[in-house]
């Protein structure tokens, strides 16, 4: 599979966003998967002036729509993010969208909003409510996980465990002390605790760190942007993943009667 990962340096400025997501996304148009990072079509300035209502569209707006056109006429899956319309009128989610070539359309929602370092995401966002899902809807089972969710290792597991062999994290990952040596180390844990290839598509810029990357199931990183605002392919050989999960079988050693990563309540803090 040929992937391609864009990292893009989104702005309040949405139409200006939009504009920069279709350039970006020409110069992707020979790869079988385009991914964009978090905050793609908007990116907050948590100053209280955010108006993510007016930002936000649902699934059948026009940005996807005409997203969705393009994924047919190159045959082309892509993955979006966007501030999806809620329906009950409250603040949008902040969310994942998978596209393929024969217009399939499937969401992830962001379980884990970032009320940290000072940010408060949940200030413009609303937290998703559901599991994470596979996406396969033609090809090799991936899943899709935004930014913060990467802190958590629970909801790569369950991806793992459900089949995906390929986990993406789209990003706005806010730059400062110590935080790429966080995102590459997170990436790379990932990977090799669950024998999966990992992608971080990242936006870049001055608030965030940038440095988009293509991580082995062995914790190898195989392609790495810097801080431009960009485009990096990389052709992933699946069969990796059997030969890392045969060496390394993290998923099949699982102690499962002492622990299970579903068994909510064994790991409650006292």
């Given at each position: 599979m040929k992937v391609a990962v864009v990292q893009m340096e989104s702005s309040t400025d949405r139409e200006k966003n939009i504009e920069a997501s279709y350039r970006l996304l020409e110069k992707?148009?020979?790869?079988?998967?385009?991914?964009f990072p978090e905050y793609q079509i908007y990116a907050p300035a948590f100053d209280g002036k955010d108006d993510m209502?007016?930002?936000?569209?649902?699934?059948?707006?026009?940005?996807?729509?005409?997203?969705?056109?393009?994924?047919?006429?190159?045959?082309?899956?892509?993955?979006?993010?966007?501030?999806?319309?809620?329906?009950?009128?409250?603040?949008p989610f902040n969310t994942a969208i998978y596209i393929d070539e024969l217009g399939l359309i499937l969401k992830y929602r962001k379980l884990h909003l970032f009320d940290a370092f000072g940010f408060r995401?949940?200030?413009?966002?609303?937290?998703?409510d559901?599991?994470?899902?596979?996406?396969?809807?033609?090809?090799?089972?991936?899943?899709?996980?935004?930014?913060?969710?990467?802190?958590?290792?629970?909801?790569?597991?369950?991806?793992?465990l459900d089949g995906a062999k390929l986990i993406i994290y789209q990003a706005g990952w806010f730059a400062g002390e110590r935080k790429y040596d966080q995102w590459k180390t997170l990436l790379k844990a990932r990977a090799m605790e669950n024998g999966v290839f990992v992608i971080g598509a990242a936006q870049t810029g001055h608030r965030f760190t940038g440095h988009s990357m293509v991580i082995s199931p062995y914790g190898d990183v195989l392609a790495e942007m810097g801080t431009d605002e960009g485009v990096i392919t990389f052709d992933i050989d699946f069969s990796l993943v059997e030969k890392y999960r045969e060496e390394v079988?993290?998923?099949?050693?699982?102690?499962?009667?002492?622990?299970?990563?579903?068994?909510?309540?064994?790991?409650?803090?006292?």
């Open positions: 992707a148009k020979n790869s079988d998967l385009v991914v209502k007016t930002i936000s569209e649902p699934l059948d707006g026009k940005f996807v729509k005409s997203i969705t056109e393009i994924a047919r006429s190159e045959s082309q899956k892509i993955i979006l993010n966007i501030p999806e319309r809620n329906q009950y009128n409250l603040k995401e949940s200030s413009v966002f609303e937290k998703g559901a599991r994470p899902a596979i996406f396969n809807g033609s090809g090799d089972p991936l899943g899709v996980l935004i930014c913060y969710d990467l802190r958590f290792p629970e909801p790569a597991r369950m991806l793992a079988p993290v998923l099949k050693h699982r102690r499962t009667d002492v622990y299970d990563v579903l068994d909510v309540d064994a790991f409650k803090l006292i």
